[in-house]
């Protein structure tokens, strides 16, 4: 399992109730589930990946985020996680509001546009940047949203949620973000790992 | 016909008509082995025209099973590990009670003097084999179509006697064109002068030709257009050329002819007057005061929603409102839409995805 599932899963307590929202093939759900006995549920878009959830035993229902998180009650979870996928809704705003209606509180990951490498690379090159966590061209990405730790960061104040601990990702490195390190963990991460509630 | 198994229901059941019926015929038919702790049986419901014959030869029809993609040894519904139960929904014609039922005393075959049933009627007319089998909990319930409306009330009516239940290509609720369709194959029927008034049992001349009207017409909603494109196109049958009359000029023509042919060789007219309208009795949104999430308050079970791509009889959006519902109140309910060209028929064919969720499903349900 990928070093961001292992930091999402230690900040999940056991016994909860958590939906994956953009699950994948379930590979953070299918840990929760095994090792935290926790009752996951993940909403997906691909038929493939969902596929592969049904064959591992999951839960999981095909949908689309910004369609489907409306048939859930209100906080019925006690956590939504939202993996890299923030950046790729056509409404961001809404997405995370969904998700902070549904869910007592939210794990968000978005890969950081701020990264230095990303900001050499435009710099530079004067192309759009194309890195390891953002593989593809500006052409046929799917992310329409890009931002930035201190984006996001900016972000929750804007629309009135709280981020009550962020965590930046560099390689498998892992550290705490506050309002003193913001500029130097905005230039140094590759990922940000917001968990927030209303 | 007697070979059929069959259960006698002794006790009483009150019909939704308020009908009560009791020492009725319910016909099934049992595949695979009922382990010690009686926990691996798994209920299939058949859909409008099907029978108790899931898999293996249909002994009557001498065809294949209606679901045979589906059950058997390593398939699916794995015969090899659960024990597979199906019944003869009431009103049917496979030898459960149903309009072509000779009452004894009488002598006389009920025809249109068979109660106008619903699906719940069939479901717990089905509900006696459990208690016939000491089942106290199925593995899972499984039907497509009216099958899948049988599951759901089936998962309403008992809940604690469920761990899993799947209803695929179906409704809560049977929309206006699924009832117009119906009326149609109704119309076509009883416009037939064989069928009298149902009273025809006795005359040796079925209302065959209504019969096999009602089939065509509701063979073509079982397909989808693209489908039906591939298939046929405008091929013409046996013929270099139009031939400017009436006979079967195109091959749709000639194959929605032997798809009805075939058929009044093997259903009864009246009870596709009776199935049809059971269906379109069936809303279990109406039953819970307008809140489908009210049917299924009690349930623990695993609930898997699974609906096909072309399937324009039981659109996914249809099928995706029970899972809205169940999700509303936060029952364990996973869904999936199955890419197929083939139509609502999709759940009866060879289709690889459809059958290895299926098997997926049940299977890791199973550990």
């Given amino acids: 399992m990928k070093q961001e599932f ?15 929202v953009g699950c994948g093939d379930g590979v953070l759900i299918e840990y929760l589930k095994k090792e935290k006995n926790i009752d996951v549920r993940g909403l997906e878009i691909s038929k493939d990946k969902v596929q592969n959830c049904i064959s591992k035993g999951l839960t999981v229902i095909e949908g689309n985020a910004e369609i489907d998180l409306k048939q859930f009650p209100d906080n019925s979870f006690d956590y ?6 923030l950046q790729a809704f056509i409404n961001p705003e809404l997405v995370v509001k969904e998700l902070l209606r549904v869910g007592k509180r939210a794990i ?62 560099n390689k498998k490195k892992t550290s705490l973000i506050n309002n003193k390190n913001l500029f130097i963990k905005n230039l140094f991460s590759e990922l940000g790992i917001f968990l927030i509630e209303k | 016909m007697e070979k059929l198994k069959k259960l006698i229901v002794k006790k009483p059941l009150k019909l939704d008509c308020g009908k009560i019926i009791k020492d009725f015929p ?25 029978d108790q014959f899931v898999t293996g030869i249909n002994p009557i029809t001498k065809k294949d099973g209606w679901w045979s993609f589906a059950v058997g040894p390593n398939k699916a519904i794995d015969t090899n590990k659960f024990f597979v139960i199906c019944a003869n929904v009431i009103g049917g014609c496979m030898g459960s009670y149903g309009p072509n039922y000779k009452d ?11 109660p106008v049933i619903t699906i719940n009627d069939m479901v717990n ?60 194959g109704r119309q076509a029927i009883t416009a037939d002068n064989n069928w009298k008034n149902g009273d025809y ?23 989808s257009k693209k489908g039906l494109q591939e298939k046929f196109g405008r091929k013409l049958q046996e013929r270099d050329d139009l031939k400017f009359g ?66 324009w009889l039981y659109p996914t959006q249809e099928n995706k409102e029970i899972v809205i519902a169940l999700n509303s109140i936060g029952a364990d309910v996973g869904f999936v839409e199955i890419n197929s060209d083939k139509g609502h028929d999709s759940f009866l064919l060879d289709v690889p995805d459809f059958l290895n969720a299926l098997k997926n499903f049940l299977d890791k349900s199973n550990n």
């Fill in chain 1, 6 to 20: 292992n930091i999402i899963a230690n900040n999940i307590e056991s016994g909860t109730r958590v939906l994956d």
């Fill in chain 1, 80 to 85: 939504v996680v939202l993996s890299q996928t």
């Fill in chain 1, 108 to 169: 968000v990951t978005i890969p950081n546009f701020g990264f230095w490498k990303i900001r050499l690379h435009l710099l530079i090159k004067g192309t759009m940047p194309v890195t390891k966590t953002l593989p593809d061209e500006w052409y046929n990405t799917l992310n329409l949203h890009m931002c930035t730790i201190k984006d996001f960061v900016e972000f929750s104040n804007k629309i009135n949620f709280k981020i009550f601990k962020s965590i930046a990702m």
């Fill in chain 2, 26 to 50: 319910i016909a099934y038919e049992t595949y695979g082995k009922l382990n010690e702790k009686k926990d691996n049986a798994i209920l299939v419901f058949h859909a409008l025209t099907g």
């Fill in chain 2, 104 to 114: 004894s005393s009488t002598n006389e075959t009920l025809g249109i003097n068979f």
């Fill in chain 2, 125 to 184: 007319a089905q509900y006696n084999l459990l208690e016939f089998f000491s089942i106290k909990k199925l593995f899972s319930i499984v039907g497509g179509s009216m099958g899948g409306m049988q599951v759901l009330q089936f998962a309403s009516n008992f809940p604690d006697q469920v761990k899993t239940v799947i209803p695929i290509a179906c409704t809560s609720s049977h929309s206006a064109q699924n009832i117009a369709f119906n009326e149609l």
């Fill in chain 2, 201 to 223: 049992y006795t005359k040796n001349s079925n209302p065959n030709k209504g019969l096999a009207v009602a089939r065509m017409a509701a063979h073509i909603t079982y397909l």
């Fill in chain 2, 246 to 311: 009436f006979d079967a000029d195109f091959q749709i023509e000639s194959y929605l002819r032997y798809q009805g042919s075939v058929f009044v060789d093997r259903f009864d007219a009246n009870s596709y007057l009776y199935i049809t309208r059971a269906m379109d009795y069936f809303d279990l949104t109406k039953q819970f005061d307008g809140n489908l999430s009210k049917a299924f308050l009690n349930t623990k079970a695993k609930f898997f929603v699974i609906s096909f791509t072309s399937d």
